[in-house]
C-alpha cells in the first residue's frame, strides 16, 4: 500500500506572473490529489533561507532567494498517496530544458532561473518546509 503523504508544494513568482496558476493547480488534482491548503502570498527572507539552506554559498544561491522573494506566490500543502514522489514527478526534472513535456516545469519553464515550481524532495523535507511556510501544525 502506497505511503498517504503531505508535501509542500510553491508556484514560483514566474509561474504567478504568467498567469500559469490556475492550469498548474490543475495538473495535481487531475492526477488525484488533495489540496489541503493553497495561499498567494510573498515569501520572506527568512522563508527563503531557510527553505534553501542546502544550497548556501553555490553560485545561485543569492540569485534564488532574489528570485524567490521577487513576487507573490501560490503555496500548497498538497496530500495523497506517495505525494511526494507523485509531485516531483508532475514538475519534472530540475532545468526546465531537461524537463520532459507533459511535466510541469518541461511545459511552463524555459530556464532554470525561473523553473516555475518547487516542491518537497523528502516526507522529511515536507515536514520542515510545511513548518517553514504554514507555521507548527
Ligand atoms: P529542485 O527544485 O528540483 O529540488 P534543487 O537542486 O534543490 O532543485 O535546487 C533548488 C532550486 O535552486 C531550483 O529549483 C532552482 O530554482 C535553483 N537552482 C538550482 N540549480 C541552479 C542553477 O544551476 N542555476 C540557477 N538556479 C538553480
Ligand atoms: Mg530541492
Given at each position: 500500500m502506497?505511503?498517504?503523504?503531505?508535501?509542500?508544494?510553491?508556484?514560483?513568482?514566474?509561474?504567478?506572473?504568467d498567469?500559469?496558476?490556475?492550469?498548474?493547480?490543475?495538473?495535481?488534482?487531475?492526477?488525484?490529489?488533495?489540496?489541503?491548503?493553497?495561499?498567494l502570498t510573498?515569501v520572506?527572507?527568512?522563508?527563503?533561507?531557510?527553505?534553501?539552506?542546502?544550497?548556501e554559498?553555490?553560485?545561485?544561491?543569492?540569485?534564488?532567494?532574489?528570485y524567490?522573494?521577487?513576487?507573490?506566490?501560490?503555496?500548497?500543502?498538497?496530500?495523497?498517496?506517495?505525494?511526494?514522489?507523485?509531485?516531483?514527478?508532475?514538475?519534472?526534472?530540475?532545468?526546465?530544458?531537461?524537463?520532459?513535456?507533459?511535466?510541469?516545469?518541461g511545459?511552463?519553464?524555459?530556464?532554470?532561473?525561473?523553473?516555475?515550481?518547487?516542491?518537497?524532495?523528502?516526507?522529511?523535507?515536507?515536514v520542515?518546509?510545511i513548518?517553514?511556510?504554514?507555521?507548527?501544525?
Open positions: 502506497p505511503e498517504q503523504q503531505r508535501t509542500y508544494i510553491m508556484l514560483k513568482p514566474d509561474a504567478v506572473r498567469r500559469h496558476i490556475g492550469e498548474i493547480v490543475s495538473r495535481f488534482e487531475r492526477a488525484g490529489l488533495c489540496i489541503e491548503r493553497m495561499e510573498n520572506t527572507l527568512d522563508q527563503a533561507k531557510a527553505n534553501y539552506a542546502e544550497h554559498g553555490k553560485p545561485f544561491y543569492e540569485g534564488l532567494l532574489a524567490i522573494t521577487s513576487g507573490p506566490v501560490v503555496k500548497m500543502v498538497i496530500s495523497g498517496p506517495d505525494a511526494v514522489a507523485k509531485c516531483r514527478k508532475l514538475m519534472g526534472a530540475t532545468n526546465p530544458l531537461e524537463a520532459a513535456p507533459g511535466t510541469i516545469r511545459d511552463f519553464g524555459l530556464m532554470m532561473d525561473e523553473n516555475v515550481v518547487h516542491g518537497s524532495d523528502s516526507p522529511e523535507s515536507a520542515r518546509e513548518g517553514i511556510f504554514f507555521g507548527e501544525e
